[in-house]
């Protein structure tokens, strides 16, 4: 049996306290959809295949359809595995195998940027968040508007940091 030694100092996480909640973006709408265009594009150029005639249309839209499907799944796979945690003496955020986490001491500014976008002149504008964390030793926290985009409520959490913020002296 392995004991633990009292030397051990506990991990950065079990310093930071319980977990009050956990912020992960909800990509299994990117996904399905990454699959059916994929499935699309493969039956389309599988059928393509064994027609006498091989129309060059069908090809190119099973081409184009298999692309987009990859091109979403590429796109987004840099936010895969990230997470946002609110801890009880802390805030931790988890990118892959890197992690940065700060005590509510250690955080001096909370910069909570909203922008009003139009990604063409024909959708409608919407809104778009950029979170950074700034600690006292240069430390930040860089929530990128695509991440903040695929969390299913982004309420709660613009509400827990006005909450844990410190209070800013003007």
Request: glycine share 8%; proline share 6%.
């Amino acid at each position: 049996m392995m004991e633990k030694r009292a030397s051990e100092r506990p991990s950065m996480t079990e310093q930071l306290g319980e977990l009050r909640a956990k912020y992960q973006p909800n990509f299994s709408g990117v996904i399905c959809l990454s699959l059916l265009l994929l499935m699309l594009g493969a039956g389309l150029l599988i059928y393509c295949q064994f027609q006498k005639p091989s129309r060059a249309v069908l090809m190119l839209g099973g081409l184009m359809s298999a692309t987009a499907g990859l091109a979403l799944l590429v796109l987004r796979a840099p936010y895969f595995g990230q997470a946002l945690e609110v801890r009880a003496y802390g805030v931790r955020f988890v990118a892959g195998r890197d992690e940065i986490a700060l005590f509510w001491e250690q955080v001096v500014h909370i910069d909570m940027e909203e922008s009003q976008v139009r990604p063409f002149h024909v959708l409608p504008v919407r809104r778009q968040w950029r979170i950074s964390i700034h600690g006292c030793k240069g430390d930040v926290i860089l929530l990128a508007p695509d991440f903040l985009r695929h969390l299913p409520k982004l309420s709660p959490l613009l509400a827990t940091l006005r909450r844990c913020a410190p209070e800013r002296e003007d």
